[in-house]
């Protein structure tokens, strides 16, 4: 099974800041025959259920403003908030679906400071 | 719009068995996998279960490998989840969930959850 390791468990950022936050996989989750990486990250706010930011590791979901964005490759992955907005309080979660079973990091909450 | 909506949840006794189902519209239901995800309460994400568009593909969480079955019912544009002996471990809220793309994805939408109880 692929894990995923995400760090911080939590972090407090002053509004307008760069929030980042990163996530390992224990193997690759880049597919050499379309070199996409498969790898999405969701939001959590409390009391709603998981809402898709970025997937394929960079690709944003439509709707999503532009101020989120994704990095990263093979194993190593950056979730970035350019200027934090008090609307993005919630838990991150980044997951694997290159293979099954499919998993998720452990998340990580962001607070304002 | 892509609505699902997850219903059967409740408290049950250690042991005993479940069926989660969950309705969707506003989308072509048969050409996406499902999933079933679920939260314990205060904890985070954990992939229960997935079958592709034409059920050809099932996979399971070795969590609940040889207790829980996914099936669905494109006919009737429904996913379930029938849940055996049930532990106090699969205490959670369980999503439904759709796949972005026709084969193994992101998950593009989520229904409200339904939430399941093991206790005695």
């Known amino acids: 099974d692929i894990v995923m390791t995400q760090s911080p468990d939590s972090l407090a950022v002053s509004l307008g800041e760069r929030a980042t936050i990163n996530c390992k996989s224990s193997q690759s989750v880049l597919y050499n025959s379309n070199n996409k990486n498969y790898l999405a990250w969701y939001q959590q706010k409390p009391g709603q259920p998981p809402k898709l930011l970025i997937y394929?590791?960079?690709t944003r979901e439509s709707g999503v403003p532009d101020r989120f964005s994704g990095s990263g490759s093979g194993t190593d992955f950056i979730l970035t908030i350019s200027s934090l907005q008090a609307e993005d309080v919630a838990v991150y979660y980044c997951q694997q679906y290159y293979s099954t079973p499919l998993t998720f990091g452990g998340g990580t909450k962001v607070e304002i400071k | 719009e892509v609505q699902l909506v997850e219903s059967g949840g409740g408290l049950v006794q250690p042991g005993r068995s479940l069926r989660l189902s969950c309705a969707t519209s506003g989308f072509t239901f048969n050409d996406y996998a499902m999933h079933w995800v679920r939260q314990a309460p205060g904890k985070g994400l954990e992939w229960v279960s997935g079958?592709?568009?034409?059920?050809?593909?099932?996979h399971y969480a070795d969590s609940v490998k040889g207790r829980f079955t996914i099936s669905r019912d494109n006919a009737k544009n429904s996913l379930y989840l029938r849940m055996n002996s049930l532990r106090a471990e699969d205490t959670a809220l369980y999503y439904c969930?759709?796949?972005?793309?026709?084969?193994?994805?992101?998950?593009?939408?989520w229904g409200q959850g339904t939430m399941v109880t093991v206790s005695s």
């Open positions: 079958i592709s568009g034409n059920t050809d593909s099932i």
């Open positions: 969930a759709k796949d972005k793309k026709r084969g193994w994805d992101a998950f593009d939408v």
């Open positions: 394929w590791a960079s």
